[in-house]
């Protein structure tokens, strides 16, 4: 199938499908009608000789053949994007719509209170920010970048390291008030414990200490199983127990008071935070932004305004 003006049309709007998730809002987005993208889609799959999507009623998702195109395609897509931001200047350079994926505990502990601050920052970009707890595929479901928690999958997605911290063991002082501190970690198991159910297995997670380079697992008494840190953390200030959380995430709590630590003697698991982007030689501009933006916000401490926002949600 020889290039020219047609095939780029067709392909993008193979792109905007995969960005939007429907026939329909693909349509919206590029001005046409659901017909001429529906056209446009079937131009592209006789030239090439390959069904490009599976169509049902409910969903519209990419065969195995869509979404290697779309893999080889949307490198070359957003280097044209590139170099057209390039002639027009820095200005404008960062524009258009940004597809972040992350998930729940980065999004409403440390990213939340600061979108306002990257929305104003870049005028002529809509972000679409989608929480959830697993990965997904991101090339396939259209994403330009994603911030998690957590070793990075075997993959071709570039993987930066942007933060390091660990867990702690927090409780709210009225809860030590009433039941005392732990001195150990075998003290646990004469204490109300917070659960968190791991949104991999399934399965509540296991409680473990490092102590001189040896980890130690830790039994504990719970009768409080959640699934979101939220809902952890808003308990465990609250009262209802002893927690293990993310210590980026509460240093701020622990500074003002609201939270004490326990067990500092024993060290928590480590957790990398890391941006994922899909493998090309240059990150969008958009991209680029996005990471830096997340570096800088990492680089100052907890605020005030991280605790307020936490405290709105928690009204």
Not at 80 to 104: F, K
Request: hydrophobic share 45%; proline share 5%; with cysteine.
């Amino acid at each position: 199938m020889g290039f020219d003006g047609r095939l780029l049309s067709n392909i993008n709007v193979l792109a905007a499908i995969v960005h939007s998730g429907s026939f329909a809002r693909a349509a919206e987005a590029l001005g046409m009608t659901p017909s001429g993208v529906s056209r446009a889609v079937s131009r592209l799959e006789a030239g090439i000789g390959v069904r490009l999507f599976d169509r049902t009623t409910r969903a519209v998702t990419l065969t195995d053949e869509g979404r290697r195109l779309y893999e080889e395609i949307s490198p070359l897509l957003a280097g044209i994007d590139d170099a057209v931001n390039l002639v027009c200047g820095a200005s404008t350079a960062v524009h258009g719509r940004l597809r972040v994926n992350v998930d729940p505990f980065f999004s409403g502990r440390m990213l939340a209170p600061h979108l306002t601050a990257f929305l104003e920052r870049y005028p002529g970009l809509f972000l679409e920010l989608t929480v959830r707890d697993q990965l997904g595929d991101l090339v396939s479901e259209g994403f330009d970048i994603a911030v998690r928690f957590g070793q990075p999958p075997s993959s071709s997605l570039i993987a930066r390291k942007l933060l390091e911290t660990h867990t702690v063991t927090v409780a709210s002082p009225e809860y030590i008030q009433k039941h005392g501190y732990p001195r150990t970690p075998e003290d646990l198991i004469q204490h109300d414990c917070i659960q968190m159910r791991s949104s991999m297995t399934g399965l509540p997670l296991e409680w473990e200490y490092v102590s001189d380079g040896k980890i130690i697992p830790v039994k504990i008494a719970s009768r409080l199983l959640v699934n979101e840190a939220g809902t952890l953390l808003g308990a465990c200030l609250a009262g209802a127990g002893i927690a293990r959380i993310k210590e980026r995430g509460v240093k701020g709590l622990i500074a003002q008071g609201r939270l004490v630590a326990l067990l500092t003697d024993w060290s928590g698991e480590k957790f990398q935070l890391y941006a994922l982007y899909p493998s090309r030689h240059l990150a969008p501009a958009k991209v680029r932004a996005f990471i830096d933006f997340v570096v800088d916000m990492l680089r100052s401490e907890p605020n005030e305004a991280m605790e307020n926002h936490f405290d709105a949600r928690a009204e």
